[in-house]
């Protein structure tokens, strides 16, 4: 797993996952690219809530993820959060070919 912090325009980024603060001020601003998707599933963010992007960003999905605040620390609670989410193990499932019950096998190995 490759994690970058980098400061750019979002509509610049190219990740496969781009983890953003529910309810955050970015995230209101661009729910208007996202038709109110990005509000609403920032709602059901307990913790964390996927939304999958089409054309709205170079970004295959975005993360909210709820937090209690904005510090340092909340942020990188918030980080752990959408990791363990993400790949909530790290099992043999695929190099075995056995199907993981916590993963389904789909966790990077």
């Not at 609403?40 to 089409?54: E, L």
């Not at 970004?59 to 993400?86: C, K, M, N, Y």
Request: charged share 25%; net charge neutral; with cysteine.
């Amino acid at each position: 797993m490759n994690v970058e912090v980098t400061a750019a325009e979002l509509t610049e980024v190219e990740a496969d996952t781009l983890a953003l603060v529910a309810g955050s001020l970015l995230v209101r601003k661009l729910d208007a690219l996202f038709e109110g998707r990005l509000s609403r599933s920032a709602t059901d963010a307990d913790p964390i809530a996927v939304v999958q992007v089409g054309r709205e960003l170079r970004a295959r999905r975005i993360v909210l993820v709820a937090t209690d605040g904005v510090d340092p620390e909340d942020v990188r609670t918030a980080t752990a959060r959408v990791v363990r989410a993400r790949w909530p193990t790290m099992c043999r499932a695929p190099t075995t070919g056995a199907v993981c019950p916590r993963c389904a096998g789909v966790c990077p190995g």
